[in-house]
Each structure stands twice: as C-alpha cells, then as structure tokens.
C-alpha cells in the first residue's frame, strides 16, 4: 500500500515529500494544485459537453475521502477531447479558492482521455438546499475502509451539475499525494448546493481534508465567457 500521510501534522501537507520518496512532486512540482483564482483572463474556451446518465455506483470511504467509482459510459468531451468520468469525491472545505475564498466542500469529477491524462472538473458546494443527486451518497456514507455496493441505487449524475457550465480552466496536479502533474483543471464558476446537515455529516466522517493552496509560478488561468 501507498505510504501514509495526512493533511495534518508530521505526515501533513507540508511534509508529503518526507513521506516517501514517490511524493517527491509534492514538493518539487511547480504546477502543483490546488490555487487561489485571483486573476484570470477571459479567454475563447471550449464548451463543457457533458454526456452524463445514470450509474451504479460504488462507494468507498479510503480514509482521505469519501469517493463514488462508477462504471463506464458517463463522458465530457471538450475541445475535441473526450474524457471519461471515472468517479467523483469530496474535500471539505473547498480545496480551490476563488479571491481568497473557499466553500464549506467541493466535488471533484476525475475524469481521463484516451492518452490517459487526467482532466478534473470541480464543483463548488454552498450549503443550501439538498442536492438530490447527491442526495444517496450521503444516506449511505461508509466509515473507514469500507466500500457500499447500494443495490439498485443508480445516481443521476446529470443532475449534480449546476445548469451554467462557464468555467476556469489551468494546468495542474494531483492535490494528493504523489502530486502528479499534468492534471487538466477545470473549475465551474457556479456552485451547487449540499444542506448543511449533509455538509457536516462528511466533516464528522472525514474531517478536513483540504490541501493548502499551491504557487501559480506564473501560470495562466483562463475564464470562459459565460
Ligand atoms: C482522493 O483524491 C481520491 C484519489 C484521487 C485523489 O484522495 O479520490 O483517487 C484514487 C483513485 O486514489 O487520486 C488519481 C486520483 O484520482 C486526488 O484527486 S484530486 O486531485 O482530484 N483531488
Ligand atoms: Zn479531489
């Protein structure tokens, strides 16, 4: 297995490099995620093309998060590339900040083309009314270690998506260890909403569980227009 780390103390954040020798990115990476969008430049970006449907999904809680695997056949082609949705997690609070501020959780969609690269679409997640998509995950959150096969439970994965798809979009990595770069980020600018009762309830399961903002080291982040 991995080696351990945490997002605290001596295996925390700042220490992933001393971990293991296969986190040397961590520290070393000069695209490293997440950031703190400040500034970016509006920019002639391709629409996001979701081909989203339902899935049964798998649900597991590996200790740093809880994350749904699903099965094949939910794409998101954009800019002639087609990325197929792997599974989605949480991190609270928000990993991403936009002008310094975060949002009590994001989703995470990871997503990987044909040429294996990784393509990630972040969700902010105010707290507000339930998201009824993500409305069985959170009825069925498992405690460490443990996988949920729920079934006939099939999410409805359209439906975690905020209905304006602009959008910032950046190079950048893993925010886990091993911080492998090469990470397409794209990061809606509407969020969607959790209930707050469902917000704290992941808090309580996982705890924080959010690395802190990365350099940019010159780098560009685009915005659509919309
Ligand atoms: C979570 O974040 C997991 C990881 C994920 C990592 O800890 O969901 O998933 C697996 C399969 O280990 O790593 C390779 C990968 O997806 C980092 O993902 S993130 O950069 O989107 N936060
Ligand atoms: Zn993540």
Redesign the pocket.
Same mark, same amino acid.
């Given at each position: 297995p991995a080696s351990h780390w945490e997002y605290t103390g001596e295996k925390g954040a700042a220490h992933w490099s001393e971990v293991d020798p296969a986190f040397a990115t961590c520290a070393m990476g000069h695209l490293q *995620?997440p950031i703190n969008i400040d500034h970016a430049v509006k920019a002639d970006l391709p629409p996001l093309n979701f081909h989203y449907g339902s899935a049964a999904p798998t649900i597991w809680n590996?200790g740093? =998060?809880v994350?749904v695997n699903l099965p094949a056949g939910n794409t998101l082609d954009v800019g002639g590339q087609t990325y197929e949705l792997?599974?989605f /997690?949480f /991190?609270t609070p928000s990993?991403e900040r936009i002008k310094g501020k975060s949002t009590p959780m994001v989703v /995470?969609l %990871?997503h990987k083309n044909a040429a294996g690269e990784?393509g990630?679409v972040a969700v902010l997640i105010q707290a507000g009314a339930a998201n009824a998509a993500l409305t069985p995950v959170f009825q069925h959150l498992p405690r460490p270690g443990e996988k949920i096969t729920v079934d006939a439970l099939s999410l409805d994965l359209a439906a975690l998506l905020p209905k304006t798809l602009g959008y910032y979009d950046f190079a950048g *990595?893993? =925010? =886990?260890p091993p911080c *492998?770069e090469g %990470?397409h980020w794209m990061v809606l600018k509407t969020p969607a909403t959790l209930s707050a009762a469902q917000i704290a309830a992941f808090r309580k399961l996982i705890g924080s569980n959010a690395r802190p903002v990365q350099p940019l080291n010159g780098r560009e982040v685009k915005e659509s227009g919309d």
């Open positions: *995620s590996n740093h =998060t994350q792997l599974q /997690h /991190h990993e /995470h %990871v990784l990630v *990595s893993l =925010t =886990t *492998s %990470v």
